[in-house]
């Protein structure tokens, strides 16, 4: 079978134009390294899009999806599946303590889908919703309208109504232009200025850390004030930890970094760490009462997928068994360093920022800290410097994912100090080709 026409010829690539998508057959994955089907080994150091979190392969995982499909393979979710309490049980133990009722989709996007509706409900009349620009919250109609990113240009003007955009506390490239810590966290504070200006507004949405725009960590202060202007001004705060939960920073979610509690927690990707579709929506406990008496207006087919659910209680399993938030914190702090080494050697490399098994290399081409390609670039389909040194990645073996200036560096959190040197080593070559267009 000629795979790749049929690929080709039949199946969309997304996110691209058609024409010249030349695809990797891969057949096979264990561990950290995924295979083609020439029986070329790749790293997979981004975890493909920062979720293959516990690696490929874990039998544990395998075996408990296996299970439920040989005994319950699908239920409509008007019964109660036993999966499905096991779930929420499991869940409760790792989850901020707000949280306490979950809606159970198959993505990212729909569990954001799932917290506007929700929040649009619980705070009728208020409908607005705060955003970033450097933000992604997916793809279908209201998280894509949420996205503040290029992906959104596409679909404009046929955008979801009553989204209002933040700035972003992305210190490399102030968007108010300012210096932390003179700035006095502007960006956070100004969002109690909006939110007044506005009126109506029902909710707020972030990345805790934002991902696919650059790996923005924030200054300590930001969201402890941002979760306390949203009270202050009472509005639910929604986090997105689609990407950053589970793990991925060395807590089981992002928000326990700075002890705060959201009304709302989405998450998806590492829920599953991959092994089926999931997406979860959680609640706290007064949003889930007040749909004691209310419509809960929504739902899917595939909702609490009997066996996407099994995976739940099992990732949780190993993640204890293997102990990884204290691995991820280790392999954290050696990847850190070993990153952090890179600025000192390579003139392109402009930011190195991360946390956990997260972390982002921008680089830049002259010392005015111009990009190598930004969202314009994105928007028209063109290739920067960075996607090209992406691909050379690729045929070096080592998998980046990549935005137009930066590489996005998210390892299965289950890598090891050898795994990252084989990654970091690989990133090493390709910045020498960047460093020679700064000098230019
Ligand atoms: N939210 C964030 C923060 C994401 O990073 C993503 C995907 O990368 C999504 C939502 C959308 O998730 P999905 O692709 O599963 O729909």
Sequence with gaps: MDYKKILKEHTFKTWSKQKGWEPIIVTQARGVYFYDNNGKRYLDFSSQFVNVNLGYGNEKVINAIKEQLETLQYINPSFGAEIRAKAAEALLQVMPKTISKFFFSTSGTEANEAAVKISRFYKKPSYKILARYRSYHGSTEASISLTGDYRRWFVEPNTMNGVVRIPE??????????????????????????????????????????????VIVPPKEYMPLLRQIAKENDILFIADE??????????????????????ILTTAKGASASYVPIGITGVSKEIGEFFEDNIFAHGHTFEA?????????????????????????????YLGKRLNDLKDRHISVGDIRGVGLFWAIELIKDSKKTPFGDYEDKYNGKLTLVDIL?????????????????????????INKEEIDQGVDAIEEVLKDADKEFLK
């Design 305 to 333: 997928h009997p066996v996407s659910l099994a995976a739940i209680p099992a990732v949780i399993e190993e993640y204890k068994r293997l102990n990884l938030l204290s691995h991820v914190k280790a392999m954290g702090e």
């Design 390 to 414: 992406a691909k050379k990645l690729l045929e070096k073996g080592v998998y980046v994912y990549n935005g137009p200036s930066w590489f996005i560096i998210s390892p299965p959190l289950i």
């Design 169 to 214: 506390p992305y210190c490399f490239r102030c968007p108010l232009k300012l210096k932390y810590p003179d700035c006095n966290i502007a960006c956070a504070n100004y969002v109690d200025y909006i939110i007044k200006q506005e009126k109506n507004v029902a909710a707020v949405i972030v990345e805790p850390i934002t991902g696919t725009n650059g």
């Design 242 to 263: 689609v990407m950053t939960g589970w793990g991925r920073t060395g807590e089981w979610f992002a928000v326990n970094i700075w002890g705060i509690e959201p009304d």
